[in-house]
């Protein structure tokens, strides 16, 4: 138990070092100095499930996780061989295939609402295989988790301009995922709520 422990913590670490240097190229490409992001906090939450899909006999009788974005500002997600993930492409359901030691990286709605939708969070789910069991290891990035935190976030000031008008409203990242938890996993409804 106390190698897995020990396995566990280094891989949070390490994915926490990647996200900080996510964070950095996300801040250089919204035209924003490079600790931007880090310094308003999109990275001080984290968390990191393990999920684990069985076989399913009937997979076309089932779905693995159902339509819906991920409510933080960044998710890292590492997935086995066996796939499943697939994101909303053009209103077409596109397989994620797999690439060994590869991470997807997904946009969450608060990284949407503060770029003012520079970037914009990915409808994914997890469709159910009967190939062998599929498991993935997600991180994601989100100050809700951190349970003092109290700050604003609304779209970013500098990203604001007469043409690029602010598109939603300021909120506490506890009350965005309240709203988000409250509405259960439902495409992207919980982040127009909070459009002007």
Same mark, same amino acid.
């Given at each position: 138990m106390l190698n897995c422990r020990h396995t566990l913590f280094e891989?949070?670490?390490?994915?926490?070092?990647?996200?900080?240097?996510?964070?950095? #190229?996300?801040? &250089?490409?919204? /035209? +924003?100095?490079?600790?931007?992001?880090t310094d308003i906090e999109c990275?001080?939450?984290?968390i990191i499930p393990c999920h684990y899909y069985p076989p399913c006999p009937q997979p076309?009788?089932?779905?693995?996780?159902?339509?819906?974005?991920?409510s933080g500002f960044l998710t890292?997600? #590492?997935?086995? &061989?066996?796939? /499943? +993930?697939?994101i909303l492409h053009e209103n077409q359901w596109v397989d994620v295939t797999p690439t060994p030691g590869a991470f997807i990286v997904n946009i969450g709605d608060l990284l949407q609402l503060i770029s003012n939708d520079g970037f914009r969070s990915v409808e994914h789910r997890v469709?159910?295989?009967?190939?062998?069991?599929r498991v993935s290891i997600a991180c994601f990035?989100?100050?809700?988790?951190?349970?003092?935190?109290?700050?604003?976030?609304?779209?970013?000031?500098?990203?604001l301009s007469d043409e690029n008008p602010p598109l939603y409203r300021e909120t506490l990242v506890r009350d965005y995922i309240k709203h988000y938890y409250s509405i259960g996993l439902?495409?992207?409804?919980?982040?127009?709520?909070f459009r002007i």
């Open positions: 891989y949070a670490q390490q994915v926490k070092n990647l996200g900080n240097t996510l964070f950095e #190229l996300l801040s &250089e490409a919204l /035209g +924003l100095k490079q600790i931007y992001l990275n001080q939450g984290q076309e009788l089932a779905i693995g996780t159902s339509r819906h974005s991920d890292v997600l #590492l997935q086995d &061989e066996i796939g /499943g +993930l697939q469709v159910a295989k009967n190939v062998a069991p990035f989100s100050t809700h988790f951190h349970p003092a935190s109290t700050r604003m976030y609304g779209p970013i000031k500098e990203l439902d495409a992207k409804t919980a982040i127009s709520s």
